[in-house]
Nanobody, 125 residues
């Protein structure tokens, strides 16, 4: 079974940093993509970033480009999301998700077939 475990959320002040982790198990070796999404209260789920282990490509939403970095350690089956220069509008529950059916970068949540449980990120002003 595929399992994703997201962690690393917390409370941070504006301008601070957090690093989220997504520990994966049961995924096909070297043939999947990992995406990070977030959802704030009363808002729709928003794509943040994704990385394809299959072809090595990475991409970011415009709202986080230059501030967030996604990094993959395939040997450890872990994907990190380094979040710097955090803003109050980054406050949300962050989810990692795996795409095994179409293992390339995608911002479309329906492409992802496995989801972690979410970790809360709160940025105070």
């Amino acid at each position: 079974d595929v399992q994703l475990q997201a962690s690393g959320g917390g409370l941070v002040q504006t301008g601070g940093s957090l690093r989220l982790s997504c520990a994966a198990s049961g995924l096909p070796v070297d043939d999947y993509a990992i995406g990070w999404f977030r959802q704030a209260p009363g808002k729709e789920r928003e794509w943040v970033s994704c990385a394809s282990i299959t072809d090595g490509r990475k991409t970011y939403a415009d709202s986080v480009k230059g501030r967030f970095t996604i990094r993959v350690d395939n040997a450890k089956h872990t994907v990190w999301l380094q979040m710097n220069s955090l803003k109050p509008e980054d406050t949300a529950v962050y989810y990692c998700a795996a795409n095994t059916r179409y293992p390339y970068i995608s911002s479309w949540h329906v492409d992802y077939d496995y989801w972690g449980q979410g970790t809360q990120v709160t940025v105070s002003s």
